[in-house]
């Protein structure tokens, strides 16, 4: 009899967190997705190294482009051309509506350094990928030695 109180007692969580579990699973999400959204990262920064803003605010959710547009010509305006970028790390981080993924890139605008956060998002409902965000943190002033963004 004290065996099945523990056994229940055990029992009742754990399928309690195999079910939380399993909700977070990738479900109707796509299979592939990590390397879609690496292939509109990286496009995106080829767009931006070829000046060509108006294709890269393409990428963003469409009722945030005008913001955004204005975001890249700024910094544009500010740091001048796109001259190197290097992706040095990616996180996914799936949620209940889709999936973050969010990528650390070392960048070099003319002689200024910077470290950028480039986050996508997948959507569940309309497995679409689109960019969510963009942070430039300018790091330093390059230097002569200095040859790795």
Request: hydrophobic share 40%; glycine share 6%; charged share 20%.
């Amino acid at each position: 009899m004290i065996r099945s109180a523990y056994t229940k007692s055990l029992f009742l969580p754990l399928l309690v967190l195999i079910a939380a579990l399993t909700g977070c699973s990738s479900g109707s999400v796509p299979v592939g997705d990590e390397d879609e959204a690496m292939r509109i990262a990286e496009s995106y920064y080829t767009l931006l190294k070829n000046g060509e803003l108006a294709k890269a605010v393409a990428l963003y959710e469409p009722d945030q482009q005008g913001h955004w547009a204005m975001f890249l010509q700024d910094q544009a305006k500010k740091l001048g051309p796109l001259t190197q970028y290097s992706f040095k790390s990616n996180t996914v981080n799936t949620v209940f509506s889709g999936k973050f993924y969010i990528y650390q890139i070392s960048t070099r605008y003319g002689d200024q350094l910077a470290d950028e956060i480039l986050t996508l998002f997948l959507h569940v409902d309309d497995n679409t990928i689109h960019i969510a965000s963009h942070k430039i943190n300018l790091a330093r002033k390059a230097t002569a030695q200095t040859t790795d963004p």
